[in-house]
């Protein structure tokens, strides 16, 4: 879907078409979709060069976090995934005199590896990405159709903060008396905290459920 299309559901969702600049609406747009991208990431690759000797890369500009690492041995098609190796206090590290990375971690925005790979090696890195951004009319939205509408839930949650706070400057919700019984409310307050809290709900319920592995396999110490 284009953002021309998705901009039209909006503004349907709203009921107005000119209380929000388009400007806007592609800021509060463009907001909702780095949220989603924290949580559902694309995944991108790109392959490195090697020679035998470097064995540290530096990672995509924009990269969110690494995926995988893929190394296949003189291109032959029998690929190798690399594990990675979490650095802290007391973190070993494998001497290894043979050019056969084993492992990899990720520090400064670049790639490293244990040892540096043949130059006949192929070396793959798969990276998590956010979602494209909306550069104007055109752009065509790589966030998946059923999500769609928690972008719609979110751009309404920051449309309706903008006119609560547009409306908390009237002076019908100023307090001009104690205890005179003047409403000092403000009545976009609670479709706000609704529409926000929608978007979370239904973002969380959509992330994976189950055991959450909280050690390395492999090697002991």
Known sequence: ???AALKSD?????GSDTRWTAAELMLYANWAIRAYSEYFFQVSSTGYTTDGTTKEWDLPSGYIGVERVEYDPSASGNLEF?????????????????????????????????SPPDAADTLTVFYQVRHTEIVDDSTTLTIPDRDLELIVL?????????????????????QRQVNAGSPVQNPLTPPHRQFEQEFWQ????????????IYRKGRGA
């Open 154 to 174: 979110f751009v309404a949650s920051k449309a309706a903060a903008r006119v609560m706070i547009d409306q908390a400057n009237l002076d019908r919700w100023k």
């Open 1 to 3: 879907m284009t953002w």
């Open 10 to 14: 909006i503004q349907t969702f709203l």
């Open 82 to 114: 690399l594990e990675e190796i979490q650095i802290k206090p007391g973190t070993r590290f494998y001497n290894v005199s043979s050019n056969i990375p084993l492992m990899y971690h990720v520090e400064d925005d670049k790639l490293k590896l244990t």
């Open 202 to 213: 239904r973002l969380f319920d959509r992330l994976p459920k189950g055991t959450v592995e």
